[in-house]
């Protein structure tokens, strides 16, 4: 309906995540007034990091403590708020019926707040391009915003893993349809790819799962991704200037989904060899990657790297209305592995010669 107004009010649900923690720095930045949505604000070590920044000193960023599950729970903190940017998690992908009864909560207090404009659903790549036959890979190779996996695929089930790509699509069709029926706001569908890039809190190296994968590697152990895909990122801080991006523009339109990514695209071993690449003072012992499949899987690697190799990544769309420079997959692994280091204390695997700098 109406992108929202410069210096005003925005919710963030999912705050003190990965990609949340990004989105309020990203609207802290360009002058907005954020309420940061957590579950438990007197959960210091998840929400520690929020308080310590400046604006919480001076009230421009507020937290609210709220539970997705528990209907209304939005109700009071929307009240006033000019945009929502729903970045949050749900906790079941696999329950589709959950997944409708969460967004409703979202949506029914967007519509009783009468003053949001603009909402933005965070979904994934996964809406995109996770396929239950990757032959359909080679058929439509093409990956950008109108491209959905094939839905008509009876595999495409959650017992066959797509839960969260089927719960993601879902989410973004309950929105759109719930912000054409009310008129008075409109719903954008953000689906960023695999995030890197520093964390912010500790607690966050747990999570990712991109962020957590490299945390492992530094611990000295790194697994195959499932059918070898290769690593297809965006960096975190790139991801939140796209959601804040997304809220401010006037050229996009209900029911549009943009996605976020830099359109790098590296495979795991490489990525564990790069840390030792971007950082040799690190002294970091690279691990093997571990293939932990079984062998007729392993027996089709060469095959299923094929699939992926001739995928093309486009973020045309999203560039046509965001101002935005993708930041370079090394700058994002470099930032990533320092964060995990200073701010997530983690006890990297070094080589001998090489000691801990922080010890
Ligand atoms: N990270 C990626 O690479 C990536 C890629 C594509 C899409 N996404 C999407 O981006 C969004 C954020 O991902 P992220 O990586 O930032 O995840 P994250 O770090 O795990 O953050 C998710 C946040 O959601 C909160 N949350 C989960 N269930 C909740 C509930 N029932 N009520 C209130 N809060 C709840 C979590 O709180 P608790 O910690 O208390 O559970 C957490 O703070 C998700 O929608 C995800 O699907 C992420």
């Not at 421009?60 to 403590?65: A, D, N, Q």
């Not at 207090?109 to 080679?138: F, G, K, P």
């Not at 009876?154 to 069709?173: C, D, F, L, N």
């Amino acid at each position: 309906m109406a992108a929202i107004p410069k210096g005003g009010r925005v919710a963030v649900t999912g705050a003190a995540g990965f990609i949340g923690g990004w989105v309020v720095r990203e609207l802290l930045d360009r002058g907005y007034r954020v309420r940061a949505c957590v579950r438990d604000v007197n959960e210091d070590s998840k929400v520690g990091f929020l308080k310590n920044m400046g604006a919480y000193a001076s009230g421009r960023l507020t937290l609210h403590s709220a539970n997705l599950d528990d209907a209304g729970c939005f109700d009071e903190i929307f009240k006033g708020c000019h945009g929502v940017a729903h970045v949050s998690h749900v906790s079941d992908y696999d329950d589709h019926d959950y997944v409708r009864r969460v967004c409703d909560h979202i949506i029914n207090s967007v519509n009783e707040s009468e003053s949001v404009t603009r909402v933005i659903v965070t979904s994934s790549i996964a809406a995109v391009i996770s396929e239950a036959d990757l032959q359909e890979l080679v058929r439509r190779p093409v990956c950008y915003e109108d491209r959905y996996p094939d839905e008509s695929n009876p595999k495409r089930t959650p017992a066959r893993g797509q839960g969260y790509s089927m719960g993601k699509v879902i989410a973004q069709r309950v929105f759109s349809d719930a912000a054409e029926v009310h008129g008075g706001w409109d719903a954008i569908t953000c689906c960023p790819a695999d995030n890197v890039g520093p964390i912010q809190s500790a607690h966050q190296k747990e999570k990712g799962p991109w962020q957590h994968n490299i945390e492992t590697m530094l611990l000295g152990k790194y697994y195959q991704n499932g059918a070898y895909r290769p690593w297809m990122t965006v960096d975190v801080r790139d991801d939140a200037f796209c959601h804040v991006g997304l809220l401010e523009s006037v050229a996009v339109q209900n029911g549009e989904r943009y996605i976020a990514w830099s359109t790098d695209m590296r495979k795991v071993e490489d990525i564990c060899a790069d840390i030792d690449r971007l950082l040799p003072e690190l002294g970091h012992a690279t691990p093997g990657v571990t293939d932990p499949f079984p062998e007729r899987i392993q027996a089709r690697e060469e095959e299923l790297r094929g699939y992926w190799a001739h995928v093309e990544l486009r973020n045309d769309r999203m560039k046509s209305v965001v101002p935005i420079e993708f930041r370079a997959l090394d700058v994002s692994i470099r930032d990533c592995v320092e964060s995990l280091l200073s701010v997530g204390k983690v006890p990297a695997v070094l080589r001998e010669g090489f000691e801990d700098k922080q010890a």
